[in-house]
């Protein structure tokens, strides 16, 4: 594997962990708000299982933000939690898509290296044909190290 590449799946790798930890700074934050805002949230769990179930727009409807700052609060973790959840699926859809755009350009690559190599053999037969042509069947041309390889 080329630098190049591996830096690429090192900097997408370091892009899920920074999505992840993004996400998680958000749900916590979420989970504070409403916490603070919504009276009938009592404990943190509540705040954090209602700032999910908002951030991931599922709205089991368990609990729902009743007071006006709430509702305002739940539409910003509307938005925030689409734009980070979303940042999370593309971060793993990238590292996948990637390994598998890699598998393809190695075999391709095999591919080309194994087509070029037989045109360089077929290539050298046609040279020595043709120096045996020229110079007569006893003449060979000489033996080096490049015209041993294959």
Excluded at 26 to 52: C, H, K, N, R
Excluded at 94 to 99: C, G, H, M, P, S
Excluded at 111 to 136: P, S
Aim: glycine share 6%; aromatic share 6%.
């Amino acid at each position: 594997m080329t630098r190049s590449r591996q830096r690429r799946r090192h900097i997408m790798r370091r892009g899920l962990w920074y999505s992840l930890a993004l996400c998680l700074v958000i749900m916590l934050f979420g989970g504070v708000g409403f916490w603070m805002l919504e009276p009938q949230v009592i404990t943190l769990q509540d705040g954090l299982w209602l700032a999910f179930t908002t951030a991931a727009t599922v709205g089991y409807g368990d609990m729902v933000p009743q007071t006006h700052a709430g509702r305002v609060f739940a539409a910003l973790m509307v938005l925030l939690g689409l734009s980070v959840l979303s940042l999370v699926t593309a971060s793993l859809a990238a590292i996948f898509v990637e390994q598998e755009v890699e598998d393809e350009v190695q075999t391709e690559e095999r591919k080309i290296e194994h087509e070029l190599m037989r045109e360089i053999r077929a290539l050298r037969e046609q040279v020595r044909a043709l120096d045996q042509r020229l110079n007569g069947p006893a003449h060979t041309t000489e033996q080096t190290p490049e015209n041993n390889r294959p």
